[in-house]
T-cell receptor
Framework: NAGVTQTPKFQVLKTGQSMTLQCAQD?????MYWYRQDPGMGLRLIYY???????DKGEVPNGYNVSRLNKREFSLRLESAAPSQTSVYFC??????????????FGDGTRLSIL | GNSVTQMEGPVTLSEEAFLTINCTYT??????LFWYVQYPGEGLQLLLK?????DKGSNKGFEATYRKETTSFHLEKGSVQVSDSAVYFC?????????FGTGTSLTVIP
């Protein structure tokens, strides 16, 4: 079972470059999420998509854009990378949103360094 | 608003010691509560969950009880193993979002 697949696993960028982080899930989940994880700060929500066709900002959306391409795929784009965006990025999915008691399922992360 | 506060680490224990990691929450409505575990270089994995007051979640010897009166969901294990070394996150689910604590790093030494 693949679950949530993130690509790439590692990436080094120069300041100002752009890139897209890919995420796909094969569990037929409705909701998908992008987080960043920084030392001592836990996980912070960047954007989420409660269902296909919708996206909403999370706690730290500045400098990022997202696309819910279809039910399976949710991509995160950095238009002009900055050193402050050096982080580990996690994608997660969940069967449904709302007050559901269902857990989120996480990918293995993308480790992004911006020089 | 919604938030989770968990004890800061790092926590270092000897094998077979008793583990408690404290977690308290603030929430509107009736959230579900979760503990996740993260091993080095990996994503978060669900450890256990509880969906209503007085529920006890359990898995792999870990337990946590949803205490509405104290707004707490403390993680416990009676006898830790070296393989339990990881970072543990408490989380709550409300509306479309999850809210995570900052994580507690646990190291178990032989």
């Amino acid at each position: 079972n693949a679950g949530v697949t993130q690509t790439p696993k590692f990436q080094v960028l120069k300041t100002g470059q752009s890139m897209t982080l890919q995420c796909a899930q094969d569990m037929n989940h409705n909701s998908m999420y992008w987080y960043r994880q920084d030392p001592g700060m836990g996980l912070r929500l960047i954007y989420y998509s409660a269902s296909e066709g919708t996206t909403d900002k999370g706690e730290v959306p500045n400098g990022y854009n997202v696309s819910r391409l279809n039910k399976r795929e949710f991509s995160l784009r950095l238009e002009s990378a900055a050193p402050s965006q050096t982080s580990v990025y996690f994608c997660a999915s969940r069967p449904e949103g709302g007050y559901s008691n269902q857990p989120q399922h996480f990918g293995d992360g993308t480790r992004l360094s911006i020089l | 608003g919604n938030s989770v506060t968990q004890m800061e680490g790092p926590v270092t224990l000897s094998e077979e010691a008793f583990l408690t990691i404290n977690c308290t929450y603030t929430a509107t409505g009736y959230p579900s509560l979760f503990w996740y575990v993260q091993y080095p270089g990996e994503g978060l994995q669900l450890l256990l969950k509880a969906t209503k007051a007085d529920d006890k979640g359990s898995n792999k010897g870990f337990e946590a009880t949803y205490r509405k009166e104290t707004t707490s969901f403390h993680l416990e294990k009676g006898s830790v193993q070296v393989s339990d070394s990881a970072v543990y996150f408490c989380a709550l689910s409300a509306r479309n979002q999850f809210y995570f604590g900052t994580g507690t790093s646990l190291t178990v030494i032989p």
